[in-house]
Every structure is written in C-alpha cells, then in structure tokens.
Nanobody, 125 residues
C-alpha cells in the first residue's frame, strides 16, 4: 500500500521560513514526479511545485511562489521537500504532497495518483 506522509507545517510570521517534508512508502518514486499542492479555505486546490528525479533535475513552480520556494528530492529516502522562504499571509493553506507514475512535470492535480494527508501552514501578518 502506497502512503505519502507530509510533515513540517506550522505557524510562522510573515517573512519567515518553513520546510515541508513528504516521505513515500510502498513503492519507489525515484523515476516519477513528486510535488506539492495547496488549498486555502474557500479556494480550489492549486499547484505549488513539483520535480522529476532525473539527473536533469527538472522542476516547475507556480508563479506565485517562484523565487521563494524550492522543491527538492532525495532518492535514498523516497522523499520530496518544499523549502518555503519569505512566506506571506497568502501562503496560508493546507499543503498536500502528491506523486504520479509519470515523468512529465505537470501542474494538473488529476495527473497525480497518490496524495498525502496534508499539513497546515499558517502565516501571520
């Protein structure tokens, strides 16, 4: 059974940083896309960042987080991270990690088959 377990959320002041982690078990995603989505209250789930774990290190980011967030992978631990810097109140949301079985770094949630439970990130002004 595949499981994705996200951690690292919390409460932080605007301008602060958090690092989210997502550990996968049940299968390896070393050659598949893993990434992050978020959902704020009253809003639809939106793409944040994703990466394919090939040597090219292809990544993709939502425009709203470019230059502030960094997605990375660690093969040996079957883990994806999201380093979030310069956080803003509008980054407040539940953050979900996700994994696909494909190799295209896509922003569409329907392309991701496996989902973690979500971790709350709250940024105070």
């Amino acid at each position: 059974q595949v499981q994705l377990v996200a951690s690292g959320g919390g409460l932080v002041q605007a301008g602060g940083s958090l690092r989210l982690s997502c550990a996968a078990s049940g299968r390896t995603f070393s050659r598949s896309v893993m990434g992050w989505f978020r959902q704020a209250p009253g809003k639809e789930r939106e793409f944040v960042a994703a990466a394919i774990n090939w040597s090219s290190g292809s990544t993709r980011y939502a425009d709203s987080v470019k230059g502030r967030f960094t997605v990375s992978r660690e093969n040996a631990l079957n883990t994806v991270y999201l380093q979030m810097n310069s956080l803003k109140p509008e980054d407040t949301a539940v953050y979900y990690c996700a994994a696909s079985t494909g190799v295209l770094v896509t922003t569409r949630s329907r392309d991701y088959i496996y989902w973690g439970q979500g971790t709350q990130v709250t940024v105070s002004s």
